[in-house]
């Protein structure tokens, strides 16, 4: 990546920091081998992951931004990609949002919090332990705090240069450690980000070829479900994929309510990375 690309990460870097106050038809499990993921097993309370990110081929920066929704669907919380912030066409959950702030109401405006969509960075990388994996996706949510994984990799960029250089580039060490929410549930967060000495990106060249020609995108892992599936968790209903109909079916969900106008608030367990405190990602 050229002097233009490390232009670009800086740039992006400075004006969100300044300005803030899909798929291919793989299967499943190709799918779950796209991501990388920095989360810690039960059993582990410290580790370490080794990632490097692929260079661009446009001299762009790597880090994607993206707008998702955090909600629970059916007592599981997910990801979802908002249509509106994306693509500027309809979003059924920034309706909700929308018409819950226009009230006025503390109650509402509260309410209003979990229909929030928040931007998340996506980045294109290898995972030096999962090599045989090829390319995969890192997501992970900007922090207003400027406390998050981008803003623990943006001074080694400043020290160190282009990071994604594929003949001079260095290898990010993420060390991982538990904490626990104020209600004692166990997370995952990055501590630190360290980088390791300048090396090749692959010592051999066909497939350090084949990895930055890997013409794979972030869209093609990460789903975008359709406009029908928002309205129906706006709806507080449970949409549920029909596999005979080939087709998502609803109905009503006991685990997830949604009431308009402040009446009542939906009863619901803490999100951990709620107030964007916490740098852990599900991968759906």
Known sequence: ??????????????????????????????????????????????????VRILPTSDGSSPFKEVWYHELQVNGQWMKLYDPGKNDGERSPLNEVYEELISTGKASDKELARQYRSRKFYIVKVIDRDREEDGVKFWRFKDNYKQEGILDKIIPIWRQKGDVTDAEKGRDLIVELTKAKTPAG??????????????????????????WMEDELTWADVYSKKPVEYLEAVARGETPVWDSEAKKYVYGDSETFE???????????????????????????
């Open 185 to 210: 549930k166990e997370y995952t967060i990055t501590q630190t980000i360290m980088y390791d000495d300048p090396t090749p990106l692959h010592d051999d060249s066909s497939i350090m070829k084949e």
């Open 1 to 50: 990546m050229s002097n233009s690309s490390l232009d670009a990460v800086l740039a992006q870097y400075e004006k969100n920091t300044t300005s803030m106050g899909g798929g291919t038809g793989m299967s499943q499990d190709e799918r779950m081998k796209k991501y990388f993921t920095t989360i810690l097993q039960k059993n582990e309370k410290t580790g370490q992951r080794r």
């Open 258 to 284: 949604m009431t308009m106008g402040g009446t009542k608030s939906p009863e619901k367990s803490q999100d951990p990375q709620d107030n964007m405190e916490v740098d852990e990602d599900l991968p759906f």
